[in-house]
């Protein structure tokens, strides 16, 4: 079965402080990875996209990383600021060899940074 | 340039009644979506289409139906509301199916 997890479910970290949070995925066949961060009331907005070939990718203070041999990514924030507060939510997409909605969504972490 | 907007931002509407939720977006993007996001679980898809004509089921479809009569425009309908489609609607668009998606702010909606 396709799925993503996602952990920790919650964290809660000093503002200035890093953290690293994690996605595992049994997606088969793969295509690529997205990382979203999600304001409170707000929709989804894309940090990252990385195909099976690109092992780390960068937006600002956001770097993910992906081993696609044991199937794990990353998302590392550095020096936290308030406004990172959200929930961060990994995405898998299937290989797109047709026509039908082929998106994998974890659970999403939530991130608090607290001054 | 708008994006992608919803309507209405949050409804609360009675069991058995008929809704329609509204998006659009000014990108010219092919692909649009619609996603439900409900407390402990991920956003899961309800419909999509890869372009305008074509519709798709999601893993959620039961209950609710769309058209893409447009490029811009893919509205989701409920024919009769119940209690379990209480959720955050999210409708979202890409230049294609494999591409980066944008959300809508999306629509809050309470089946009483």
């Known amino acids: 079965k396709n799925q993503v997890e996602q952990s920790p479910q919650s964290l809660i970290i000093l503002e200035g402080k890093n953290c690293t949070l994690q996605c595992n995925y049994t997606v088969s066949p793969f295509s690529n990875l997205r990382w979203y961060k999600q304001d409170t009331g707000r929709g989804p907005v894309s940090l990252t996209i990385m195909t099976f070939s690109e092992n780390t990718k960068s937006n600002g203070r956001y770097t993910a990383t992906l081993d696609a041999d044991t199937k794990q990514s990353s998302l590392h924030i550095t020096a936290s600021q308030l406004s990172d507060s959200a929930s961060y939510i990994c995405?898998?997409?299937?290989?797109?060899?047709?026509?039908?909605?082929?998106?994998?969504f974890g659970k999403g972490t939530k991130l608090s940074v607290k001054p | 340039i708008a994006g992608i907007t919803q309507a209405p931002t949050s409804q609360i509407l009675a069991a058995g009644r008929r809704m329609t939720l509204r998006c659009t977006q000014d990108?010219?993007?092919?692909?649009m979506y619609w996603y439900r996001q409900d407390l402990g679980l991920g956003l899961r898809l309800i419909h999509y289409?890869?372009?305008?004509?074509?519709?798709g089921k999601g893993e959620v479809p039961d209950g609710y139906s769309v058209s893409r009569a447009n490029t811009d425009d893919f509205p989701l309908t409920l024919a009769s509301a119940v209690p379990s489609q209480t959720s955050v609607y999210f409708c979202a668009s890409s230049p294609d199916m494999a591409d980066t998606q944008y959300f809508g702010p999306g629509t809050r909606l309470t089946v009483l």
């Open positions: 289409s890869n372009t305008a004509g074509t519709t």
């Open positions: 995405v898998v997409s299937l290989y797109y060899g047709g026509s039908q909605g082929n998106l994998i």
């Open positions: 990108m010219r993007h092919n692909a």
